[in-house]
């Protein structure tokens, strides 16, 4: 197998590399997800006070949301803020969600991705220059490659917290 960065079809060459990366990370959260029961999707750890696996699939999908929206150059649908957020709660925390199934978070989660596929066929190399603010306290200033990019690296920073939660849950690893 030679791995290798390609852009995906009908996508500007740069566009269908940063979104092929994403699209690598999606499928790779699917991969290491797949088969978990709702317990376990729900664990929050051994002392049970880690983000659960559904919580941090929602994060990714609301964080991709947002970021598809910028992508666009459209503010984020109050509609759409009511049914996949809120990005953090009170306590500034990531929300709770307990009993909801891996196959309904699972397919949320794709519909937003085939919304960025959607923005991304649509999009030049030259917009990726194009700066976007970002952040939920601070404003913060990126390009929309920046935010491509950041959807992978982000995802897969959260993957290697379920990683970590799967080795709990399976009693390979204990804290303290």
Known sequence: MICDLKGEANMSPIVGILYSAVKENSQRLQLI???MSQEEVDYKGPNNNFNSTAQLI???MYVDLN???????RPLPQ???EQYGP?????N????IKGISLTTLMSKYE???MMLKDSCMHLSDADLDKVVTFGHENEKKATKRWGLWHMADHNRYHQAQINQLRRWYFGKNTIG
């Not at 990005?87 to 306590?91: L, Q």
């Open 33 to 35: 997800t797949d088969g």
């Open 111 to 113: 519909d937003v991705f």
């Open 87 to 91: 990005m953090i709660d009170e306590n």
């Open 93 to 96: 925390r990531l929300p709770m």
């Open 67 to 73: 970021w598809v929206y910028r992508i666009k150059g």
């Open 79 to 81: 509609s759409l803020k």
């Open 58 to 60: 929602k994060h990714i």
